[in-house]
């Protein structure tokens, strides 16, 4: 069938044959679009009736508040599925925008088909259902890992927390960071020029260093 691959590299689906996929492909009424990096997938207050899942590129999940202040809420990647947290809680609007950083490929699934379990009650949506529960705890956790970082009172502290938290996922100095600037200054919620203008005095004194996406944390000092 077609996409089967990508398909198959998704946590989604990776437990699926290709013939109980292709079943699920017909029940779940999919749709594949490839988007232009930019491009907008799903748009703010759009009403969920398809969820969309990326199987190939990554996208961005951006919310914009009634005063045009833009912030950057998550990173989706390849076999996430954007807006399951809303359509389960009965939401009938997306609160966010998602927008794809780079060529993206997505499959739309109906939302009532996806989350309803069917009359057969088959055992290949009992294990979407169960993959979709670990993915909502995931992004929980993803979202708490957010806040941690957005607690913090100075632009320093915050930078140091996600820089911190980021080094300790890819167990290295080293790591690259999934936002330019702009990004990440929107994800921290903080003054573009201010953060920009933090980094330069904490490269200066030797606390990280960093060229475009790529960081290295060579001491965690706050003072």
Same mark, same amino acid.
């Given at each position: 069938?077609?996409?089967?691959?990508?398909?198959?590299?998704?946590?989604?689906?990776?437990?699926?044959?290709?013939?109980?996929?292709?079943?699920?492909?017909?029940?779940?009424?999919?749709?594949?679009?490839? *988007?232009?990096?930019?491009?907008?997938?799903?748009?703010?207050?759009?009403?969920?009736?398809?969820?969309?899942?990326?199987?190939?590129?990554?996208?961005?999940?951006?919310?914009?508040?009634?005063?045009?202040?833009?912030?950057?809420?998550?990173?989706?990647?390849?076999? %996430?599925?954007?807006?399951?947290?809303?359509?389960?809680?009965?939401?009938?609007?997306?609160? %966010?925008?998602?927008?794809?950083?780079? =060529?993206?490929?997505?499959?739309?699934?109906?939302?009532?088909?996806?989350?309803?379990?069917?009359?057969?009650?088959?055992?290949?949506?009992?294990?979407?259902?169960?993959?979709?529960?670990?993915?909502?705890?995931?992004?929980?956790?993803?979202?708490?890992?957010?806040?941690?970082? +957005?607690?913090?009172?100075?632009?320093?502290?915050?930078?140091?927390?996600?820089?911190?938290?980021?080094?300790?996922?890819?167990?290295?100095?080293?790591?690259?960071?999934? *936002?330019?600037?702009?990004?990440?200054?929107?994800?921290?919620?903080?003054?573009?020029?201010? +953060?920009?203008?933090?980094?330069?005095?904490?490269?200066?004194?030797?606390?990280?260093?960093?060229?475009? =996406?790529?960081?290295?944390?060579?001491?965690?000092?706050?003072?």
């Amino acid at each position: 069938m077609e996409h089967f691959k990508e398909l198959s590299n998704t946590k989604l689906f990776a437990e699926i044959g290709e013939l109980d996929c292709q079943a699920m492909m017909y029940c779940f009424k999919t749709k594949f679009k490839v *988007f232009s990096k930019n491009q907008r997938i799903i748009e703010q207050g759009e009403a969920i009736e398809n969820l969309p899942i990326i199987l190939k590129g990554a996208g961005m999940v951006e919310h914009v508040d009634k005063m045009g202040n833009i912030s950057i809420v998550l990173q989706m990647n390849v076999g %996430d599925v954007y807006g399951i947290e809303s359509a389960y809680a009965g939401q009938e609007f997306f609160n %966010d925008s998602l927008i794809a950083t780079e =060529k993206t490929l997505v499959m739309f699934m109906n939302k009532h088909r996806l989350i309803t379990p069917c009359q057969n009650k088959c055992k290949r949506h009992e294990l979407v259902v169960k993959s979709l529960m670990q993915m909502i705890a995931v992004r929980n956790g993803e979202l708490l890992n957010k806040l941690t970082h +957005m607690s913090k009172k100075s632009i320093r502290d915050k930078l140091l927390s996600y820089f911190s938290h980021m080094s300790a996922l890819t167990n290295s100095q080293y790591f690259e960071i999934p *936002f330019n600037k702009t990004e990440l200054a929107n994800y921290l919620s903080v003054d573009r020029s201010a +953060m920009s203008t933090e980094l330069t005095k904490m490269k200066n004194e030797g606390i990280i260093d960093f060229d475009k =996406k790529e960081y290295r944390l060579i001491r965690n000092n706050k003072g």
